[in-house]
């Protein structure tokens, strides 16, 4: 049974920092395309950063040097990394699993989800 556990969202002052994880159980991250995503109320959902099954990986361009995606096979866990926050990540976050080679751009084409994470914000 495919299941992923996210943790490690809290509310932060601007300019803090904050790890979430993603637990997986039921298949290896390192075969996936593994993703997170974040959604802030009245906002569409939106793909934050992945890391494909060859480790490459790609950001959104509001986060790019702040945030690092990162999995740790031997854990079969994902991480992201996010510094330097700002109000605007404020969100819940989501980690997302598909099996695809190429990792989708849209919410819709991944599987597997875990239940989301609170990250707040305050300036």
């Known amino acids: 049974q495919v299941q992923l556990v996210v943790s490690g969202g809290a509310s932060v002052q601007a300019g803090g920092s904050l790890r979430l994880s993603c637990a997986a159980s039921?298949?290896?991250?390192?075969?996936?395309?593994m993703a997170w995503f974040r959604q802030a109320p009245a906002k569409k959902r939106e793909r934050v950063a992945i890391?494909?099954?060859?480790?490459?990986?790609n950001y959104l361009d509001s986060v790019k040097g702040r945030f690092t995606i990162s999995k740790d096979d031997a854990e079969n866990t994902l991480y992201l990394q996010m510094n330097v926050l700002k109000p605007e990540d404020a969100a819940m976050y989501y980690c997302?699993?598909?099996?695809?080679?190429?990792?989708?751009?849209?919410?819709?084409?991944?599987?597997?989800w875990g239940q989301g994470t609170q990250v707040t914000v305050s300036s």
């Open positions: 997302a699993a598909s099996g695809e080679i190429s990792c989708p751009p849209s919410w819709y084409e991944y599987t597997y």
């Open positions: 039921g298949f290896a991250v390192n075969r996936a395309c």
């Open positions: 890391i494909d099954l060859y480790g490459i990986t």
